[in-house]
T-cell receptor, first 115, second 113 residues
C-alpha cells in the first residue's frame, strides 16, 4: 500500500541551526501538508501546498519556516534558525484531491530535538 | 474560535469490552469530521470520515456518529482488542481551499487483558 515517507525519523540540532525535514508524498497526490505535534499537545496545522505554491498557512508558520517541492517527488520543510520551542514531532501528509474522500495520509513523522 | 474538544482525556477498559469516545466542535464553516487513530510515535491513520449529511459510518469494529446540529460526534469501539490501545483523535475540516485540519487533543485508550 502506498505511504508517505519521512526522513529522518529523528533529527537533533543546536539552537540557531537550519534544519530540513524531508517527505516523499504518495505518488500522484496533489495536496501536501505539514503539521507539528509538541509533546503532550494536539497536532497543529502548519502549511498546505498545492500547485507549487502555499495555499494556506497558520500563524505558527512564520518567516523562519519555508516549504519546497524541489523535484516533483520530495516535499521539504525548512526551519531557518531553530529555537528550543521548535522541538516537536513534524508530520507530513498528502491527499489525492479527487475521488479520495478528502482523506489526508500521514507519514510516520520526524522527531526534531533542538538543544 | 475554531476548536475541537474531546472527552474523556484517557480511558482504560478490559479486552472485549465496548467504549464510546466523544467529540464536540465549534469549527465553521464545517466540511467534514474524521476520526484518526494514532499509535505512539506514529502518524495518525484515518478511521472514518463523515460529511454534513452523514449521521453514522462504520469501519469494522469502529462506528462513528455525527450530529451536525449539536456539533457532536462519537466513536464507538466494539469488542476491544489489545491492539486498539492508542490515541483516538477527532479532526474537523473547514470548507475552504487548502483544507487545513483542526485536531482535538485526543483520547488515550488503554485496553488491558
Amino acid at each position: 500500500e502506498p505511504e508517505v515517507t519521512q526522513t529522518p525519523s529523528h533529527q537533533v540540532t543546536q539552537m540557531g541551526q537550519e534544519v530540513i525535514l524531508r517527505c516523499v508524498p504518495i505518488s500522484n497526490h496533489l495536496y501536501f501538508y505539514w503539521y507539528r505535534q509538541i509533546l503532550g499537545q494536539k497536532v497543529e496545522f502548519l502549511v498546505s501546498f498545492y500547485n507549487n505554491e502555499i495555499s494556506e498557512k497558520s500563524e505558527i508558520f512564520d518567516d523562519q519556516f519555508s516549504v519546497e517541492r524541489p523535484d516533483g517527488s520530495n516535499f521539504t520543510l525548512k526551519i531557518r534558525s531553530t529555537k528550543l520551542e521548535d522541538s516537536a514531532m513534524y508530520f507530513c501528509a498528502s491527499r489525492a484531491g479527487t475521488g479520495d474522500g478528502n482523506i489526508q495520509y500521514f507519514g510516520a513523522g520526524t522527531r526534531l530535538s533542538v538543544l | 474560535k475554531n476548536q475541537v474538544e474531546q472527552s474523556p482525556q484517557s480511558l482504560i477498559i478490559l479486552e472485549g469490552k465496548n467504549c464510546t469516545l466523544q467529540c464536540n466542535y465549534t469549527v465553521s464553516p464545517f466540511s467534514n469530521l474524521r476520526w484518526y487513530k494514532q499509535d505512539t510515535g506514529r502518524g495518525p491513520v484515518s478511521l472514518t470520515i463523515m460529511t454534513f449529511s452523514e449521521n453514522t459510518k462504520s469501519n469494522g469494529r469502529y462506528t462513528a456518529t455525527l450530529d451536525a446540529d449539536t456539533k457532536q460526534s462519537s466513536l464507538h469501539i466494539t469488542a476491544s482488542q489489545l491492539s486498539d490501545s492508542a490515541s483516538y483523535i477527532c479532526v474537523v475540516s473547514r470548507a475552504r481551499a487548502g483544507t487545513a485540519l483542526i485536531f482535538g487533543k485526543g483520547t488515550t485508550l488503554s485496553v488491558s487483558s
